[in-house]
């Protein structure tokens, strides 16, 4: 990763550009440390140029940005990647160091005494935080779902798979070892939570594909058995147990866990006042 420091009179931007991990979280520190000797206290951090970023460097942020308000400065987050924006939003980060999508509105910012994070659209696409699945007994989808909506619009679930196989697109919840919580909408089946409920009943087994983009890039497969659904106004609520996962993704998801338990911690001790 390389960082460009441009300081102003009273406050200062650093342009990150690369993969920050682990072996680059003192760089940003030592740039943080050396504007505070020269006496400037509020940074933007702009993510624009940033593809990859793991856990530690999270945690790298929220330090900084506790650091620099015990000091009386602020930290701020201006045009973040789709990539870090979204992890950024999955673990809560933006509840203590707000997101700016112009880097003009993250200077202003700087110099106010509350600010209100920048919200980004919670249109359901696919994205880091998406889980595809698709059901292992094919006749349940023929069941609840007629031809025309069984066209597939997202990538198979499987490499064996053909396209044109249905696939479900939901959004992550949790995850853990043991297996996996996404919400659904229905997509464009036009199911009722009730249909949909029984379309992903308990028992079932489905594949999955999801993402752990702070680990591995691209997609994890696994098969999985529902065995909790909750139906909600707009949707259900699923929760599943892996049946089939192979051992190397179930330890980064292991570790995954690990590292989301101990930013959330982080994230409440910045948060207590």
Known sequence: MHITVEPKDNYATLYLRGEFDTYYVPMLQQEIDALAKTGIQRIVLDLRLVKFINSTALGAIIKASKGLTERGGKLVISRPSSFCRDILEKVGLDRVVP???????????????????????????????????????????????????????????????????????????????????????????????????????????????????????????????????????????????????????????????????FLKEELRRATDK
């Open 99 to 261: 997101i700016f999508d112009s880097e003009e509105n993250a200077q202003t910012a700087l110099f106010e005494t509350q600010t209100a994070p920048a919200k980004s659209s919670e249109k359901l696409e696919e994205s880091e935080s998406t889980v595809l699945f698709s059901a292992v007994d094919e006749s349940r989808i023929e069941h609840f779902l007629g031809q025309s909506k069984r066209v597939v619009k997202s990538p198979p679930l499987t490499k064996d798979k053909p396209g044109t196989a249905w696939s479900g697109l939901g959004r992550m919840a949790a995850l853990d070892p043991n297996g996996l919580r996404f919400n659904w909408n229905g997509g464009n089946t036009e199911l009722s939570p009730f249909a949909m409920a029984q379309l992903l009943a308990i028992g079932t087994e489905w594949r999955v594909k999801f993402r752990m983009p702070m680990y591995k890039r691209g997609y994890c497969e696994a098969l999985c058995v529902v065995r909790e659904v909750e139906e909600r106004s707009d949707g259900v609520k699923v929760g599943a147990s892996f049946s089939e996962i192979d051992a190397a993704t179930r330890e980064a998801v292991k570790q995954y866990a690990k590292d989301m338990a």
